[in-house]
């Protein structure tokens, strides 16, 4: 409970106060980083528990895992192109 102030200086404050309250916007609930959502969302689907103070190295990893991949991918090859059958190293 909250006292009403005695004297019409205090009463105006408090009305500004109540008025710019209720123009403020509810503050919106922080949506996670896309690959959070995803590593997650993977997370849960294989049944894994994943340490919040793993998440930055997860992160990480997945991040430079998906460039690596975005440049294999982005590697033009002819349409004759076969695999390999013998790798050597």
């Known amino acids: 409970m909250t006292r009403k102030p005695k004297n019409k200086a205090a009463k105006a404050v408090r009305k500004k106060t109540i008025k710019a309250a209720a123009k403020r916007k509810p503050a919106k609930a922080v949506k996670p980083p896309p690959l959070d959502q995803y590593?997650?969302?993977?997370?849960?689907?294989?049944?894994?528990?994943?340490?919040?103070?793993?998440?930055?190295?997860?992160?990480?990893?997945?991040?430079?895992?998906?460039?690596?991949g975005a440049l294999v991918a982005s590697f033009p090859l002819a349409d004759e192109a076969e695999p390999a059958p013998v790798y050597e190293a």
């Open 39 to 68: 590593i997650l969302g993977a997370a849960k689907a294989l049944e894994l528990k994943i340490d919040a103070t793993w998440m930055p190295s997860v992160r990480a990893n997945l991040d430079v895992t998906l460039k690596m």
